[in-house]
């Protein structure tokens, strides 16, 4: 998949002999690519029906009951009990999804999680196809391009953060895939509306109005910054109780969600905490790394160039990840368009670019902080006395500094010796 970085890049079009190779691959594996697929949707959801995925869709399971109670006065009171794993899940989510969320509990679940499930693959696929769009322009309705698309979201499907989002029934997919189309979106109205219900539902990813504030679409972030309010106002008039206590008592309270030094959390301040050997909390070390890392964004971000929409995005999204107190790894669903930005976008021709794009994948098809996971992590004990642990327990977030620092060293290398960048 990595030479296909080479052949389809809008700077070097479809020429030379690599692009001619890389395209006849492809077109000799289209008549595979979607039986292929297929087959993956089915190992999938087979592996959670028959219980053999860890998940079990226990996400979906706090959506459609906990969102079952929205209208009781005890939503945030709701904790689902899970007898396989000893854990008590309560629901966390601002009280606009619970409204949104309420009817699903009248749908058999076994029809919902399979429903989900293949929802969960389609809109990966979606995303797949925006991300090379961002990145291709035209030339991703190319058919061999089509084809690669299929690849990469059966690639993708066994990627962590994709299949944790799958085990689990989780939302974070959707959640993208509604803010590639609000980006994609020249409509400032749209494109806000978007964002703004997207962070109504979950809180994360309100940090794209970041992304048009640096494109300078400033409608589109006040658009956003009103259609996030709106979803306020709704959830006031439906369960006014339940929303002041959401926003006033709830919000920002990291340990309800769950325990911040487990190593499927790869925030810096659960790297940091796992190194400390301790929640470090709101320490002056945690906001003065977000503060760093946020500069060395927006270093990178001027090193971009001007047109890389898809690398602004994903510069955007990865300072999110970073900075907020929780990311799951099932969060980290925005590598899969950042490997795709690597190997076909504007940054494609840098060096380094193909191997970086290697790394992540190798490590997120390992899924090294899901290998981290035993009780003692899941219980909230942070990761303490071996090396290796405390090393590897950061390795999503040590991969996301060193991208974005090398995307600074190459974006200004390549613009003061252009020759050299090819």
């Known amino acids: 998949m990595g030479r296909m970085a080479q052949s389809v890049s809008p700077e070097r079009g479809a020429a ?40 079990r869709l226990l996400d979906l399971h706090v959506y459609v009951d906990g969102a079952a109670t929205t209208f ?28 949104l969320f309420y009817p699903l509990h009248l749908i058999p679940f076994t029809v919902l999680g399979v429903a989900w499930q293949v929802l969960s693959v389609a809109a990966l696929y979606a995303v797949v ?26 690639i993708g499907m066994w990627l962590e953060p994709m299949r944790v989002t799958i085990n689990f029934g989780q939302i974070n997919i959707f959640l993208v895939l509604l803010v590639m189309v609000a980006v994609q979106s020249r409509r400032s109205w749209c494109a806000g509306l ?22 300078r679409r400033w409608a589109a972030a006040a658009w956003s910054a009103v259609a996030f309010a709106g979803t306020v106002a709704v959830s006031l008039a439906l369960i006014g109780d339940e929303t002041r206590r959401y926003f006033e008592d709830l919000l920002g309270d990291a340990d309800r969600i769950g325990p911040v030094g487990a190593p499927i959390n790869q925030s810096l301040r659960g790297a940091l905490s796992r190194i400390a050997g301790h929640d470090l909390g709101d320490h002056g070390i945690v906001i003065g790394a977000v503060v760093v890392f946020a500069a060395l964004s927006v270093v990178a971000w001027r090193a971009l160039d001007r ?62 902080s899901s290998v981290l996971l035993n009780p003692r992590t899941a219980a909230g004990e942070v990761i303490g006395g071996s090396p290796a642990e405390v090393v590897l327990g950061t390795v999503d977030v040590a991969l996301t500094i060193v991208t974005v620092g ?13 020759a050299r960048a090819g």
Do not use: C
């Open 194 to 215: 978007l964002v703004g219900i997207a962070a109504g539902i979950k809180l994360t990813p309100a940090v794209t109005g970041l992304y048009f504030l640096a494109r």
């Open 72 to 99: 009781s006065g005890n939503l945030y009171g709701f904790v689902l009990q899970d007898g396989a794993e000893g854990a008590a899940l309560p629901f966390t989510y601002p009280p606009f999804a619970a409204v």
């Open 129 to 154: 196809r925006i991300a090379l769009r961002m990145a291709l322009g035209d030339g991703a309705d190319a058919p061999h391009i089509r084809t690669a698309a299929v690849l990469w979201t059966v």
């Open 307 to 368: 047109d890389d929409r898809l690398g602004t995005l994903i510069l955007v999204q990865l300072l999110g990840l970073l900075a907020s107190p929780i990311s799951w790894n099932h969060h980290w669903v925005w590598v899969l368009p950042m490997i795709i930005w690597l190997l076909h976008g504007a940054v494609s021709r840098y060096p380094g670019a193909r191997t970086l794009a290697v790394v992540w994948t190798a490590v997120m098809l390992v899924g090294v």
């Open 16 to 55: 030379g002999p690599g692009a001619g190779r890389t395209g006849r691959l492809l077109v000799a594996a289209a008549p595979w690519a979607w039986p292929l697929l297929a087959v993956s949707v089915l190992a999938r959801v087979g592996a959670t029906l028959t219980g053999g995925s860890l998940g």
């Open 406 to 418: 090398w995307t600074a060293w190459a974006g200004r290398r390549s613009r003061v010796s252009p």
